[in-house]
C-alpha cells in the first residue's frame, strides 16, 4: 500500500467524516490566502490556544483540522481532545481534505 492509499484508507481506528464536520484550517494568513478547502474556518495555530472556544463552541459536533502536512493540525487535535473535544480529526494537508470531502480548493 502506497502513502497516498493509506492516507485514505479507512480502518477500525479511522472514524468515518461527516459530511456537516467543520473543517479548519490551521496554518498562518499568508497559507490560508494562497489556497484553502471551500468552507474551511480558518483558526490559525499561533492564536488557537486563544481562540478555539469562541470559534469551535460545540464539543461534540465533528472537527476535521489541516495544515500544510498534518503536523501542526496534529498538535491542534491533540488540544482540542485535552479540552474535552469528542470528534477531532487530523485531516492532514489541505489537498487531501478537499480530495475526501470533494470541495474544490479556494484562492483569495
Known amino acids: 500500500m502506497n502513502w497516498l492509499s493509506h492516507l485514505f484508507s479507512s480502518d477500525a481506528n479511522t472514524p468515518e467524516w461527516d459530511a456537516g464536520a467543520q473543517l479548519v484550517d490551521v496554518r498562518s494568513g499568508g497559507e490560508y490566502a494562497s489556497g484553502h478547502v471551500d468552507g474551511a474556518l480558518h483558526l490559525s495555530l499561533d492564536r488557537f490556544v486563544q481562540n478555539h472556544a469562541a470559534a469551535l463552541p ?14 501542526r493540525s496534529g498538535q491542534a487535535t491533540q488540544f482540542l481532545q485535552q479540552q474535552g473535544y469528542a ?17 474544490r ?3 483569495s
Open 58 to 71: 460545540d464539543k461534540s459536533k465533528q472537527i476535521i483540522l489541516y495544515c500544510q502536512s498534518g503536523a
Open 105 to 107: 480548493i479556494i484562492r
Open 87 to 103: 470528534n477531532v480529526i487530523n485531516g492532514g494537508s489541505a489537498g487531501a481534505v478537499a480530495m475526501k470531502t470533494n470541495r
